[in-house]
């Protein structure tokens, strides 16, 4: 099992920054890839930026040049800066988890969830 505890959401005003982090623990070397995802009022679950081990990092074209996702393995951390924040942004973000094992005849694939922390940028 893999524990998530994310801290940083707030209020902000537009154009204004905000740091998430997400702390992980118990199983984590099993873990491949972390990022973190959002969810507005109404709207579904939605990717914002992954990191995998190897750094490669991937984000959503909504947040690109906006957001910066990184890793600090020493303190088994993920962190996600959001700077020129929008009130489009507003939405509980969630952490995340990734494990793929791979078998000789199938693979798992496994997700790990934090508790959400909101973010809210007022206009």
């Known amino acids: 099992q893999v524990q998530l505890v994310e801290s940083g959401g707030g209020l902000v005003q537009a154009g204004g920054s905000l740091r998430l982090s997400c702390a992980a623990s118990?199983?984590?070397?099993?873990?491949?890839?972390m990022g973190w995802y959002r969810q507005a009022p109404g709207k579904q679950r939605e990717l914002v930026a992954t990191?995998?081990?190897?750094?490669?990092?991937n984000y959503a074209d909504s947040v690109k040049g906006r957001f910066t996702i990184s890793r600090d393995n020493a303190k088994n951390t993920v962190y996600l800066q959001m700077n020129s924040l929008k009130p489009e942004d507003t939405a509980v973000y969630y952490c995340?988890?990734?494990?793929?094992?791979?078998?000789?005849?199938?693979?798992?694939?496994?997700?790990?969830w934090g508790q959400g922390t909101q973010v809210t940028v007022s206009s």
């Open positions: 995340n988890a990734h494990r793929l094992r791979i078998y000789s005849d199938h693979e798992e694939n496994s997700d790990y």
């Open positions: 990191i995998t081990h190897g750094v490669t990092t």
């Open positions: 118990g199983d984590i070397y099993t873990i491949n890839a």
